[in-house]
């Protein structure tokens, strides 16, 4: 039996960056410097023994499909080095990994929740929708269950103390960065879609509100539309892109056609969207902006009908960026050898979830998710992963990051997702990797 010191040695030694292995021929993911809190809270005498349950609950079909398989990719490797690390240490125990389809779906989500904790499980890794996450909140809370998404964004579900953390930071964060965006691309008239959930709301509100305040503090003339606020899940559009056609003919006609732009709010809805917007001639000649729920999305660029669209109106999306660190290069190339494409930066995210919670389980040598969580902040604020380093905040949430600017992009006879350009939080501008406007 492992001597429980040897354990909590092993993960200081972890956390410090000593060097320990996990049998696979590459670096632990460093951290920067740990503190006494850690050790302090690790003389616990439960112990853990055998199998460590831990769920993923993963959108594998339905309007995230594609990130969901990017992420259970990085999800499953984390868990072999996890464990290759835990038996190179001697430790008693080690991740059991359940991974489950939420379809993008909120009922979905809270079915395979209680089904999970009906089986035992008390620790689960996404969803990764808001709305997901809203619909399974007041269950997770009630049970004591711990809750970890490395995606949901919306600034409703910022709530401090709660079984709910995040490894992204919530949408009063994004929505400055879209705003940003839009403005400097000479856009002062803005006509808002975005799916009716909290997530679709939240960044809506956010990003409205940033380029208003954009407008004045320039002392420019502008305004933002009503909009249209759409249905999640739906597959045909016609009508909704006809409203926005009339939007966007009258103030093109008032204001011109370089000062009007379309912020699309949306998950691969925007597939269908842009299928019928593309039959639009005055659609096509505006400049659209997008969000961390299109920027990377596999679907939207092998489409060839909405990939050429989005390349005619310079399509830029939002998603916060990872520091591209040897961890982060590693787990992204292990990703498209395996894949065949670069993941959108929430896969790193999951990658970093999986190795947090399993330093916080050893440290707290307990499956108590009331115990990981309290630990997890310092866990993770002396933590160097995939993602780069950060911060949770009061309410559980990545308290800070730059956002990267994703644009489908031609090359030779295919439509591929670039990194055209990053929004720096620090100083609201942005350092453009192409000429794009």
């Not at 990658?351 to 916080?360: C, R, S």
């Not at 905040?393 to 350009?421: C, H, Q, S």
């Not at 929004?423 to 990797?433: E, Q």
Request: glycine share 8%; aromatic share 10%.
């Amino acid at each position: 039996m492992v001597n429980q010191k040897t354990v909590i040695v092993a993960i200081v030694l972890l956390l410090v960056g000593l060097g320990i292995g996990y049998g696979v021929g590459i670096a632990v993911a460093p951290v920067r410097t740990v503190t006494t809190t850690i050790t302090a809270t690790a003389g616990v005498s439960v112990g853990l023994r055998g199998a460590v349950p831990i769920a993923a609950l993963l959108p594998l079909t339905g309007t995230l499909s594609s990130f969901g398989e990017e992420n259970k990719v990085a999800i499953e490797l984390a868990v072999s080095e996890v464990n290759d690390w835990l038996k190179s240490i001697g430790a008693p125990w080690y991740l059991q990994l359940v991974v489950e389809d939420t379809a993008t779906d909120p009922k979905t989500a809270l079915d395979k929740v209680r089904m999970l904790h009906g089986r035992g499980i008390k620790f689960f890794i996404g969803p990764m929708g808001s709305g997901e996450i809203r619909e399974i909140k007041s269950y997770v809370d009630s049970n004591k269950l711990l809750v970890i998404s490395q995606s949901s964004t919306s600034p409703a579900l910022s709530i401090p103390g709660d079984f709910i953390l995040r490894y992204c930071p919530d949408d009063n964060v994004q929505g400055p960065a879209i705003a940003r965006v839009a403005f400097d691309a000479g856009v002062r008239y803005l006509i808002p879609v975005w799916l009716g959930n909290a997530w679709g709301d939240g960044l809506k509100d956010a990003t409205v509100k940033a380029f208003l305040n954009l407008l004045k503090k320039y002392n420019e003339q502008g305004a933002v539309h009503e909009g249209l606020r759409i249905q999640e899940g739906g597959k045909e559009f016609s009508v909704e892109v006809a409203k926005l056609n009339d939007y966007v003919t009258e103030w093109v006609s008032k204001y011109g056609v370089d000062k009007v732009g379309v912020l699309l709010i949306t998950y691969e809805e925007a597939i269908p969207f842009f299928t019928v917007a593309s039959k639009y001639d005055i659609l096509g000649k505006v400049k659209w902006f997008g969000s961390d729920g299109t920027a990377g999305n596999a679907l939207l660029a092998s489409t060839k009908e909405t990939a050429e669209f989005a390349n005619k109106v310079k399509f830029i999306s939002t998603i916060a960026a990872p520091s591209e660190t040897p961890k982060f290069e590693y787990v992204k190339n292990h990703i498209v050898k395996t894949l065949g494409r670069v993941p959108a930066p929430y896969a790193y995210n999951s990658y970093d979830i999986v190795w947090t919670l399993a330093m916080a389980l050893a440290v707290v040598n307990d499956y108590n998710p009331e115990k990981v969580r309290d630990v997890l902040p310092k866990v993770v604020e002396n933590y160097y992963g995939a993602s780069g380093w950060f911060k949770l905040n009061e309410a559980g949430d990545r308290a800070f990051a730059d956002y990267e600017l994703w644009a489908i992009i031609k090359e030779g006879d295919k439509y591929v997702w670039k990194v055209v350009g990053v929004w720096r939080g620090a100083t609201d501008s942005i350092d453009w990797k192409m000429k794009f406007y």
